[in-house]
């Protein structure tokens, strides 16, 4: 089973600063991987697939980008609706396809 | 639009069972994997079960033997038969559906049914 592997697993952010997570594969997924936001009491939501292609009505400050084994999503401005937990997946070893453990964007 | 509308969650004693259900529109469930993925409070996304290509099924082991995912193509709608409940097994349950027939992201999701296991 491949292992998805989140970093860090809190990050500290003012709003209006950009924020970097990262994902790592334990072997390469190619560029099957989505990344999903999840805000508190709620249901997650796909934000990114194909490592870098957004999902239908997500602002454009965020980004995905990497292949393989390294995968970064990148908000640009964080707004006061970001701070959530994201999580990516690997669907290119399926089923069932992977999760990471979480990355939890919080204010600075 | 697609929804997805979980159902049947609740408080069982441990060894119990229970049947979550999932009605689906805006799209047809035959179309697309479906599946199931639970959540216990503060944790991460696990899965719980897939159904895909027909009539494939897909169980991590912790729920292998326990667990039965099926669904009524008719009704468009997803089961989750969960038998011999353990306290571990408390978790709120997501209803997901596939972006294709099989090996892909979820691109929609439920709001959740909270499974309580505990006497």
């Known amino acids: 089973e491949i292992v998805m592997t989140q970093s860090p697993a809190t990050l500290s952010v003012s709003p209006g600063d950009r924020a970097t997570l990262s994902c790592r594969a334990s072997q390469s997924v190619s560029s099957n991987l989505a990344w999903y936001q999840q805000k508190p009491g709620q249901a997650p939501r796909l934000l990114i697939y194909?490592?870098?292609a957004r999902a239908t009505n997500i602002p454009a400050r965020f980004s995905g980008s990497g292949s393989g084994t390294e995968f970064t999503l990148t908000i640009s401005s964080l707004q006061s609706e970001d701070f959530a937990v994201y999580y990516c997946q690997q669907y290119n070893n399926w089923p069932p396809g992977t999760f990471g453990q979480g990355t939890k964007v919080e204010i600075k | 639009e697609v929804q997805l509308v979980e159902s049947g969650g609740g408080l069982i004693q441990p060894g119990g069972s229970l049947r979550l259900s999932c009605a689906a529109s805006?799209?047809?469930?035959?179309?697309?994997?479906m599946s199931w993925v639970r959540q216990a409070a503060g944790k991460g996304l696990e899965w719980v079960s897939l159904?895909?290509?027909?009539?494939?099924?897909y169980y991590p082991d912790y729920v292998k033997g326990r667990f039965t995912i099926s669904r009524d193509n008719s009704k468009n709608t997803l089961h989750l038969q969960m038998n011999r409940l353990r306290a571990e097994d408390t978790a709120v349950y997501y209803c997901?559906?596939?972006?294709?027939?099989?090996?892909?992201?979820?691109?929609?999701w439920g709001l959740g049914t909270l499974v309580t296991v505990s006497s």
């Open positions: 159904i895909y290509s027909g009539d494939n099924t």
């Open positions: 997901a559906k596939g972006r294709k027939y099989s090996g892909s992201y979820i691109d929609y």
């Open positions: 805006g799209f047809t469930i035959s179309s697309n994997y």
């Open positions: 194909g490592a870098s």
